[in-house]
């Protein structure tokens, strides 16, 4: 079976703190996302990867940034959190090309205070 | 730009009952859809997948159909139990990224 794991269930941070969420998945695959998720907005893009090195922005990059040194591992960096970071975080993963099933771990619960 | 819309938002039905879950997109031209189930506070799992090419797929009591010409998928879950209750979401593969319903939270009363 897949496994994409997220190195916290849940996390609590200052406003201003650097911030780092980790993702690890252990199939080999290429693509990997980050998600954030909050009520009555359902699920949004912030960055994904189609390669190590490779980053493109989704819908709301602003306030985030992202490393992916190693095919395994996608990195979520919040350069100075905020209160409006509040959310929940869902990495995914994929293999290459179009029309492949994406893969969740069990989320990552962020509170900034 | 593709939408994707889940009806009904919440759905409350006694155990045992055959219930379906409605997905609706705007755009046909698909790779796949796919729809996940999660629990309160939890990540999501992958329920089903189906081909922008196949009609439906099934895993136990779960069977998914996609009719791409009109828009729709629905998840059709029999005999159901209070186990089943979450939420349901619905992902749409589109130009290589996921488009999302909002959901339907699902209550099974024992």
């Known amino acids: 079976d897949v496994k994409v794991t997220q190195s916290s269930r849940y996390l609590v941070k200052r406003t201003g703190e650097k911030v780092f969420l980790e993702c690890v998945q252990d199939m080999d695959h290429e693509n990997m996302f980050w998600y954030r998720q909050d009520p009555g907005l359902g699920l949004r893009l912030i960055y994904f990867s189609y390669d190590v090195k490779m980053k493109e922005k989704g819908d709301i990059p602003e306030g985030y940034s992202v490393s992916r040194e190693k095919k395994e591992r996608f990195s979520l960096i919040l350069e100075s959190a905020s209160t409006n970071q509040t959310s929940m975080y869902l990495c995914?993963?994929?293999?290459?090309?179009?029309?492949?099933?994406?893969?969740f771990g069990q989320g990552t619960r962020l509170t900034v205070v | 730009k593709q939408e994707v819309t889940q009806i009904p938002a919440a759905l409350s039905v006694p155990e045992g009952e055959n219930l379906v879950l409605n997905c609706s997109f705007t755009d046909s031209a698909i790779y796949n859809l796919q729809w996940f189930r999660q629990d309160p506070g939890k990540g999501l799992t992958s329920l089903l997948l189906i081909q922008s090419s196949q009609r439906e797929q099934t895993s136990g009591r779960l069977n998914a159909s996609l009719d791409k010409s009109s828009g729709r998928s629905t998840l059709y879950i029999a005999a159901s139990q209070p186990g089943d209750s979450a939420t349901y979401l619905c992902a749409v593969n589109s130009n290589y990224q996921l488009i999302w319903g909002a959901g339907t939270k699902l209550i099974i009363k024992p």
């Open positions: 995914a993963s994929s293999r290459s090309g179009a029309g492949r099933e994406a893969f």
